[in-house]
């Protein structure tokens, strides 16, 4: 079982949509929860991070963080096309507070 | 301002050569992490600097790989005996500090072939 595990996807979802991007984790212990955007060709960018449980707010991202069940979602409103990427979803471990591990990324694509 | 850079930004190399790959952090940034991305993957941590030393080398694959970072700024990744294996995409990145809130700021990558 990988430790950080998403859906490769491509997730398709047409333009003004809401794009849900689901992460789940294995080591019950971790404590922060990233969201990176990497564009084709480019590096991650950060987009969100949570280390509480429920919801954190950004502009059109939403991060959704459950411990007990172990997974963490994005949220993104309003799809645009500029939303194609991959998401990549990245955890602390427990004994790390600098190591992220990350999972394969999902890549989405926003239909005009 | 200006963000984590590395040279080069593409690398061609022959199986068995050396190669030097070069990160810049952002001013300021005390920690440093290398990692690499194979296609379709997601980044695989390698190592982590807290200043000048190495706090975290679990990463790196085996003995062909070390890094260095002297002044505790500048890094550079280096690679004996390359592999067809080690191609991908090593990528750098800083953060201010260490912690579990901190944002860890990506460079855009060394893209390196080894044929």
């Known amino acids: 079982q990988k430790e950080v595990e998403q859906n490769s996807g491509p997730l398709s979802v047409p333009e003004g949509a809401i794009a849900s991007l689901n992460c789940t984790y294995s080591?019950?212990?971790?404590?922060?929860f990233f969201w990176y955007r990497q564009y084709s060709g480019k590096s991650p960018e950060l987009i969100m991070f949570i280390y509480s449980n429920g919801d954190k707010e950004d502009g059109r991202f939403t991060a959704q963080l459950n411990k007990a069940s172990q997974y963490v979602s994005l949220l993104i409103r309003d799809s645009q096309p500029s939303d194609s990427a991959t998401y990549l979803c990245a955890v602390h471990p427990r004994d790390s507070s600098y190591k992220l591990i990350f999972g394969s990324g999902t890549r989405l694509l926003v239909r005009p | 301002g200006a963000g984590v850079s590395q040279t080069p930004s593409n690398k061609v190399t022959e199986k068995g050569k050396y190669v030097e790959l070069r990160c810049d952090p952002i001013s300021g940034h005390t920690a440093l992490y290398w990692y690499r991305q194979s296609l379709g993957q997601g980044p695989e941590f390698l190592i982590y600097?807290?200043?000048?030393?190495?706090?975290?080398d679990s990463g790196l694959p085996n003995d062909r790989f070390f890094a260095v970072r002297p002044e505790g700024s500048v890094s550079t990744l280096k690679i004996q005996r390359t592999e067809r294996g080690d191609s991908a995409v090593y990528l750098c990145?800083?953060?201010?500090?260490?912690?579990?809130?901190?944002?860890?700021?990506f460079g855009p990558g060394t893209r390196l072939l080894v044929l």
């Open positions: 600097f807290q200043g000048t030393g190495a706090a975290d």
């Open positions: 990145a800083s953060s201010l500090t260490v912690g579990s809130a901190e944002t860890q700021y």
């Open positions: 080591d019950r212990g971790s404590q922060s």
